[in-house]
């Protein structure tokens, strides 16, 4: 198992999610809030952010698979997903891990709206903006990275690759398995 690089330590991560907790505090004072997070890569920053939200809520799951597939230069993406949440008059706060191209993310916010919530607003862990195939909007982020990370990998604080490096402490990053090489400098901003 290769040692990530660190990106982001504990202390900065705690810092940020501190941060998050107080404005969504703010921004939904006075309600109850609905957290949904997306199974598995966020359940250590959904912990975290839970217990930084000093409001009343309740908390879910969501599991959520994307199925890509390239033919012929031709990429297709299935999304399957299955929920028991009630999302009618509620306020909700989705959580999500990596929000990249924004497929997934504009996917589910279109069926959560369907079911005419109160309100609804996105918390991620990263923010990958120059990613994006698919603008979708981000109420609140712990870290944005400006430019894609090459050909390195996220690990860490939930993340994972092949299951593996979820515990670590920090976010890091590790050489693509599938595509080894040092990959390139990447510049990265806290927040919005």
Request: aromatic content about 8%; hydrophobic content about 40%.
């Amino acid at each position: 198992m290769d040692k990530p690089d660190v990106l982001f330590t504990p202390e900065q991560i705690a810092a940020r999610i501190r941060q998050i907790g107080s404005e969504v505090g703010r921004d939904f004072d006075g309600k109850e809030v609905c957290v949904v997070g997306l199974i598995k890569s966020c359940m250590v920053f959904m912990a975290d952010l839970v217990r930084a939200i000093p409001l009343d809520m309740t908390c879910h799951f969501l599991r959520v698979s994307s199925l890509r597939e390239g033919t012929a230069g031709a990429a297709r993406t299935d999304i399957v997903y299955t929920t028991e949440i009630a999302y009618e008059d509620r306020h909700i706060l989705l959580l999500d891990d990596i929000i990249d191209t924004g497929i997934t993310l504009n996917f589910l916010l279109d069926h959560i709206r369907e079911r005419r919530p109160r309100s609804l607003k996105v918390a991620a862990l990263i923010d990958k903006p120059a990613d994006r195939k698919i603008e979708v909007q981000v109420d609140w982020a712990a870290f944005t990275l400006k430019e894609p990370v090459g050909e390195r990998f996220l690990v860490g604080y939930g993340l994972d690759y092949a299951e593996r490096y979820r515990g670590l402490p920090y976010i890091g990053t590790i050489p693509r398995p599938d595509k080894p090489g040092e990959g390139r400098t990447i510049s990265i901003a806290p927040g919005r």
